[in-house]
């Protein structure tokens, strides 16, 4: 079930007691501080909460240098290099990408990488491939997903509502100088991330 773009303008409006949109700016003005929210969430949560932002894009070229920088997908990677979750030679093997402080591997005569065993890693938003001599590669990656505007929904897990709602609060208030209640609410929502994503950091 997706987010309903202006129902959430009623709810943050209720958390700012402002009905009439009198004291903190229009609706267009809290859409804007939603969409931040939205940003926020897609940047700091674990990929396991935003599995609806999932994107797959196939065959796509590898640059001579053996890499795909980001800027060749078809949409901007919610966070960052982390929201890289799997890469496939285009017809072939799964690219097994390891973390940078594994790198060492490479060096070793039974863990060379070939087109039967591909290897990859991530850095400053390209994704490198070994061999280089790797064409074309399947990626799976989180899509920031569109800009919200009034009329529009958000394809979020509606689990995920409160939470966008109160980081909006508080960048609202943040923006009109509620500077203080502003930013406790806004540590209380990222104290909450921070628990949602160690469930799945103690499963790893």
Known sequence: MSLDIDNLVV?????????D???????????????EAKISLCNLLDVHYLTEITNIESNVSVIGAGY????ALTGEVAG????????QI????????????????????FAKSSTRNPMGYILQAR???????????????????????SGGTSILNISLKELMINIAESKCRIAKNDIERGT????????????????YLKRK
């Open 68 to 71: 795909v920088p980001f800027s």
């Open 11 to 19: 709810l943050l409006n209720s958390n700012l007691e402002d009905p």
């Open 127 to 149: 994704i490198y491939v070994l061999p280089a001599t790797i064409n074309n590669i399947n990626i799976s990656y989180l899509k920031m997903p569109d800009t919200l505007v």
């Open 184 to 199: 406790t609410i806004l540590s209380i929502a990222y104290d909450e991330i921070k628990v949602m994503n160690n469930k």
């Open 80 to 87: 960052g290099d982390g929201g890289i979750l799997t890469a």
């Open 21 to 35: 949109n009198t004291l903190f700016g229009s609706s267009s003005f809290k859409i804007a501080k939603l969409d």
């Open 90 to 109: 285009y017809g072939g093997s799964w690219i097994n990408l390891i973390e940078l402080n594994e790198l060492g591997k490479l060096n070793n005569t």
